[in-house]
C-alpha cells in the first residue's frame, strides 16, 4: 500500500470523525431546548453527513457510504453521552464540564445505554442507512455549455 494511500485514509477517518462530532454539537442544540430526546434528529442528520462525505470523497465508493454511516454513529454515541452528562449535571448541580470530568466516559456511556429505548435505536439506524445511501449515490455533473 502507498504511503499516499495510507494517508489518505487516516484523513478521511480522522474528517469523519470531525463531522460526527460536530452533528452531534449541533444536534444537541434542540435536544437540550426541548429537554427531552430528539431521536429523529438522527436522519436529517444522517443525511448531511452523507451529502457531506459524498460531496467530500473522490470519487465516489464504497468507503463513503461506510464513512457517511460511521460519522452517524459518532454523531449518535456523542449526543448520547453529553445528554447523560447534562442530566447528572442538573440533577447535581454540576456544570457540563464537571459532570463530564467527574462521571467519565464509561459511566456516561453505560447511562447512555440505559436511557435509549428500541424506537431510538430504530431512528439512529435509519439515520446510519441514509447517510449511506445518500453518500453512495452519484450526483449528476452539472452540463457544461448552455
Known amino acids: 500500500m502507498k504511503i499516499r494511500a ?20 449541533v444536534w444537541m442544540v434542540p435536544t437540550l431546548y426541548s429537554q427531552h430526546a430528539l431521536p429523529w434528529l438522527a436522519v436529517p442528520g444522517g443525511w448531511l453527513l452523507g ?7 473522490r470519487p465516489i465508493e464504497p468507503d463513503a457510504a461506510i464513512l457517511a454511516a460511521f460519522a ?12 447523560a452528562a447534562a442530566r447528572i449535571a442538573g440533577l447535581m448541580g454540576l456544570g457540563l464540564i ?22 431510538d435505536d430504530l431512528w439512529f439506524i435509519a439515520g446510519m442507512g441514509i447517510a449511506a445511501f445518500v ?7 452539472p452540463r457544461a455549455g448552455g
Open 51 to 57: 451529502k457531506a462525505i459524498r460531496h467530500w470523497v
Open 72 to 83: 452517524t454513529f459518532i454523531a449518535v454515541l456523542y449526543v448520547n453521552v453529553l445528554m
Open 98 to 119: 464537571d459532570s463530564l470530568r467527574t462521571a467519565g466516559l464509561p459511566m456516561l456511556l453505560q447511562l447512555a445505554q440505559l436511557s435509549a429505548t428500541p424506537s
Open 6 to 25: 495510507v494517508f489518505s485514509l487516516l484523513f478521511a477517518l480522522v474528517s469523519a470523525l470531525m463531522l460526527g462530532l460536530a452533528a452531534g454539537a
Open 135 to 141: 453518500a453512495s449515490r452519484h450526483s449528476r455533473q
